[in-house]
Nanobody
Framework: QVQLVESGGGLVQAGGSLSLSCAAS????????MAWFRQAPGKEREFVAA???????YYSASAMGRFIISRDNAQNTVYLQMDSLKREDTAIYYC???????????????WGQGTQVTVSS
């Protein structure tokens, strides 16, 4: 059984930083694309970033230049370093494994339970 457990969310002031982690169990992530999505209240789940097995990273326009996705296959963990946070980054952030369609589409095989990120002004 595959489980993804996110951690690292919290409350931060605008301009601050947070680092999210997603620990996987039940499957080795080394050969899978891993991704982060987010969902704000009343909005659809949206793509944030993804990383493939060669450490090639994909970013949304809003994440580019501010967020960095990385993976540690030895720890079976993927990370999202978020800097220069803005109020509009407030959302629940979800980790996902194994896209079943386009990488930027929320059609992944496995999802974590999410971690709340709140950015205050």
């Amino acid at each position: 059984q595959v489980q993804l457990v996110e951690s690292g969310g919290g409350l931060v002031q605008a301009g601050g930083s947070l680092s999210l982690s997603c620990a996987a169990s039940g499957r080795t992530i080394s050969s899978y694309i891993m991704a982060w999505f987010r969902q704000a209240p009343g909005k659809e789940r949206e793509f944030v970033a993804a990383v493939n097995w060669s450490d090639y990273a994909y970013y949304s326009a809003s994440a580019m230049g501010r967020f960095i996705i990385s993976r540690d296959n030895a720890q079976n963990t993927v990370y999202l370093q978020m800097d220069s946070l803005k109020r509009e980054d407030t959302a629940i952030y979800y980790c996902a494994l194994g896209p079943q369609g386009p990488i930027r589409s929320p059609s992944y095989e496995y999802w974590g339970q999410g971690t709340q990120v709140t950015v205050s002004s």
